[in-house]
């Protein structure tokens, strides 16, 4: 029983983190869009919503296989 209970755990950690980063990461790309330069950073971005992507659809498959019995 105390497997399963560790395993939870672990996930939910693992969740807290992938929101944590997405968070972090959306508003590190709101920073960049206000700056005078943003056409410059273009690059920059695409690259940063291509982590947060990946991030975000880890933690969709991790709740959705969390939800199932």
């Known amino acids: ?12 950690f693992e969740n807290e983190t992938d929101i944590e980063d997405i968070v972090r990461l959306t508003e590190l790309m709101v920073v ?3 700056q005078p330069d943003a056409e410059t950073a ?3 971005m695409h690259c940063l919503m291509g982590i947060i992507a990946d991030k975000a659809r880890d933690l969709r ?3 959705v296989n969390g939800s199932r019995p």
């Open 61 to 63: 498959g991790r709740l």
């Open 42 to 44: 273009l690059d920059g």
């Open 1 to 12: 029983m105390s497997n399963i209970v560790d395993l939870r755990r672990t996930v939910y």
């Open 32 to 34: 960049m869009l206000a």
